[in-house]
């Protein structure tokens, strides 16, 4: 049985990737500093460690203590607003902390990855299906750095014995059981529930897009299957000498707007 590194596994989408991983008959460690994330969301039984992923020493360490096999690495800040306003903010918890994995890893010998990149890196594309060999030209400071994560981990695994993945999330939604359900302040869906809760109407931003009334059109992926996507993504890693290292995206055409 091997052992996982999840980075961001008390967030949304990590606590899903937990359960899959867990389902697929590996073991998982959890690395999240709870700054966004819900400690409840990681079983009993699992160790989670309350850090930052820049926290290079800990990471270490736990690569080590663990003899961890590979890490999925979710853990980032990802609301495209907000990295507008304070884009340092951004560059240091997901360029900084990209930077410093990728230091331990190295460190502890430590060769597969899979990383959680972004439909953002296309920005706003031309073409209605996106296929992973479209221009990057993210848009948003959260976006760049999503791309950065992508240039660091490829060049990092010229040098090295270093098998990646990164896997370009396209919108994610749904939950595998109620308890996992998205709370994200800034996801629509989120949103639009909170505003019927409240008795209020969901605001549609855009209206003036090529659709019958105007509105925007977004594809969504469900969180499982994107959690199922992570456990290929992982045993492609570690299938032996030479595996691929694809950079794939995950999901269906995506609406020019804000994307996380
Ligand atoms: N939700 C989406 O629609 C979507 C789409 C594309 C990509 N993504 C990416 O998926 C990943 C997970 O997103 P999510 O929706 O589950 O968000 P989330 O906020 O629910 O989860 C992120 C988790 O990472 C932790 N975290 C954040 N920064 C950290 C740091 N520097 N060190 C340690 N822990 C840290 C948080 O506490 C949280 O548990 C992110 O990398 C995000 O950019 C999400």
Partial sequence: MTTWMLTGGAGYIGAHVLRALQASGREVVVLDDLSTGVAAKVPDGVPLLRA????????????RDFDVTGVVH?????????????????????????LSL??????????????SSSAAVYGNPSEEFV????????ESPYGQTKVIGEWMTRN???NRDLSWTALRYFNVA???????????VFNLIPMVFRALAEDRRPQVFGDDYPTPDGSC???????????DAHVAAAAACVSGPGSARPTTSVGGRE??????
């Avoid at 230091?103 to 899979?114: F, I, N, Q, Y």
């Avoid at 609406?255 to 996380?260: D, H, Q």
Wanted: glycine content about 8%; proline content about 6%.
């Fill in 102 to 115: 990728l230091e331990a890893m190295a460190d502890a010998g430590t060769s597969a990855l899979v990383y």
């Fill in 174 to 184: 749904g939950a595998a059981s109620p308890e996992l359900g998205d709370t994200s």
């Fill in 217 to 227: 059109i977004r594809d969504y992926i469900h969180v499982a299957d994107l959690a």
């Fill in 156 to 158: 990092s695994a010229v």
């Fill in 131 to 138: 296929s992973e060999n479209a221009p990057l030209i993210p």
């Fill in 52 to 63: 930052n992923v820049g926290d290079r020493m800990t990471v270490g360490a736990a690569l």
């Fill in 255 to 260: 609406c020019p707007s804000s994307k996380s």
């Fill in 74 to 98: 979710l853990a980032a800040k990802k609301a495209v607003g907000e990295s507008v306003e304070q884009p340092e903010f951004y560059y240091r918890e997901n360029v900084d902390g990209m």
